[in-house]
């Protein structure tokens, strides 16, 4: 159906290219041109996509002025200056991608509010191996193997007019390889924050985080099993939403969990996480999770209401700030003030009645490392070819090893011991009662008894602490901007990433029941208006790409 409709519009333009012949005949200034002269043009390190859009339609610059002004931004600081090494490669069909969709826009208009808009996919998220670019989860084990076929979110986006811009870097194997630092790849090398210079990015989406967090492309999707989107969104100043797992689907996507796995967006506001996810939501025959979701994906933009708060119930489970930050805790107390403001009422405390339980809990590594060994080997066997000749996890394991150089890499990145404690696992009984646990202790006795307990709509706490319960529970979380370490935090050692330092962001979290995405985003975007904490802090100036829109137009 996707490819069908591409199709169409593809078969209509073709009817009308001789437009394209007669206009290309002319010598008067472009539209583009005239703009440079003129125009303020939107600054790439906050352009939101609505703001994108609107430029597009007036004619003051193209897609494919976009992609020439991410890719600068790009080269800039990824392996240059603060070598932030957020992206692992970029779309060598990008710019050819965006001359059709500005075609297309001036022949028969935008298909909607992406058309044209460049986005980063986690280096996860199977893309087409004709198109250029790799899918390896950060691991040359994978590199040039050939996927069949698009994931589904990435044809989401691309039917939806979006531009593939590239793929970001993440911990390798989502964070599942071993002990390593958040943020390295063999194939990507060590990522690193664009707030605090040598900072930890956290992970495992973290050149999504890094990438999305200074303007290296509209926005960016991640994947999450337990953390992987909320951590780095916290981290690196943006909002993210951990979709309820089967709202978006994982085909295509390489493994951890089936149980546990989700795809969402990594934005700069709740806004433009709303529109993506909008898009990337619906059910896929290829992923049978996603049938449990409603039948109508809800158009999340719609849940963008200032007033969203009004009349809402929020619970505070403070048990589960124990090991915080105070300064982060703090300002979580400060912001419950402008909650209530918003007209929320706060019931705090109000914790988990199975608190002890879950805490003590280790199902969930039995889940995940079970899921993966199964899921992992059933991904690899999929593809349709593989050069590196791996065919299975134990592969994996003595690829490794026999490239230690660029894998197991001294004194930081040697460990692969979640490999092979994954390598060891049996589908067996014990695998299945930590599954039915895992749902019982964060959903039914966790999460949803919660929130009936208190009579809430739905939970608050700092982001630092919210992926756990939701990870086991397969529920939602968005998390948005708080505020940043004081200036005077202690700069930690570089080992090889700095666990904090001065101006280090950080966010609060709101979480739900299953299939709540429409009230959350509510929730969060009433208090993203009322706060804009996002730009009290930039990122440090050597981070921050100087490539404009003005540099690329018109020249």
């Not at 419950?336 to 608190?355: C, E, H, K, N």
């Not at 100036?541 to 137009?553: E, G």
């Amino acid at each position: 159906m996707i490819a069908w409709r591409i199709l169409s519009r593809l078969n209509a333009l073709a009817l009308v290219v001789i437009v394209v012949a007669l206009a290309c005949s002319s010598h008067s200034q472009s539209p583009e041109q005239a703009a440079a002269a003129t125009v303020q043009f939107p600054d790439l390190y906050e352009a939101s996509i609505a703001e994108l859009q609107d430029g597009l339609e007036k004619g003051h610059f193209t897609s494919v002025d976009l992609v020439k002004a991410y890719f600068a931004r790009i080269e800039e600081v990824n392996l240059q200056g603060p070598v932030l090494r957020a992206v692992i490669e970029m779309n060598p069909s990008a710019l050819r991608q965006a001359a059709e969709l500005d075609l297309e826009r001036r022949l028969l208009g935008p298909r909607g509010p992406l058309h044209g808009i460049p986005i980063l996919l986690k280096d996860n998220i199977a893309t087409l191996h004709s198109e250029g670019m790799n899918t390896t989860a950060g691991s040359f084990a994978l590199l040039g193997s050939v996927v069949p076929r698009d994931a589904h979110v990435a044809a989401k986006l691309r039917a939806a007019g979006a531009i593939l811009l590239g793929k970001a870097n993440l911990s390798e194997w989502a964070h599942f390889r071993g002990s390593v630092p958040s943020g390295f790849s063999g194939r990507g090398g060590q990522a690193t924050s664009p707030y605090v210079p040598l900072g930890d990015p956290s992970g495992s989406s973290s050149g999504s985080g890094i990438g999305t967090a200074i303007g290296l492309a509209a926005a960016a999707l991640g994947t999450e099993t337990d953390g992987s989107i909320i951590s780095p969104s916290n981290m690196n100043n943006l909002v993210g939403i951990k979709p309820t797992v089967g709202l978006t689907s994982r085909a295509g996507v390489v493994p951890i969990s089936t149980h546990q796995d989700t795809v969402g967006p990594m934005a700069r506001s709740v806004a433009d996480a709303a529109t993506i996810l909008s898009v990337i939501a619906g059910r896929d025959p290829r992923d049978n999770f996603t049938l449990a979701q409603p039948p109508v994906v809800p158009d999340y933009t719609k849940a963008l209401r200032t007033d969203g708060l009004k009349g809402v119930r929020l619970g505070v489970p403070r048990r589960f700030f124990a090991r915080t930050n105070s300064n982060i805790v703090a300002a979580f107390n400060a912001s419950l003030d402008t909650i209530r403001s918003l007209g929320a009422t706060i019931v705090d405390p109000a914790d988990f009645p199975d608190f002890a339980e879950l805490e003590a809990s280790r199902n969930e590594t039995i889940v995940t490392q079970t899921d993966f060994k199964v899921d992992v080997n059933q991904y690899i066997a999929g593809l349709l070819e593989v050069p590196t000749g791996v065919k299975n996890l134990a592969d994996l394991i003595a690829f490794n090893i026999a490239h230690a150089d660029e894998e197991l890499v001294a004194p930081f990145w040697t460990d692969q011991s979640t490999f092979i404690a994954s390598q060891n696992t049996t589908v067996n009984q014990a695998y299945f009662d930590a599954i039915a646990a895992d749902k019982d202790l964060g959903a039914t006795r966790g999460i949803d008894a919660t929130l009936k307990e208190f009579k809430l709509d739905a939970l608050l706490m700092p982001s630092a602490v919210a992926p756990g319960p939701a990870a086991i529970a397969g529920y939602p979380i968005i998390t948005v901007p708080l505020g940043f370490l004081p200036p005077n935090t202690t700069l930690a050692p570089a080992q090889p990433t700095r666990s904090s330092g001065p101006n280090q962001p950080f966010g609060i979290a709101f979480m739900g029941t299953a299939f709540s995405e429409f009230s959350l985003v509510s929730f969060a975007f009433a208090y993203e208006q009322a706060t804009h904490n996002r730009l009290k802090m930039l990122a440090f100036p050597q981070a921050i790409p100087k490539t404009q829109l003005s540099d690329i137009v018109g020249k």
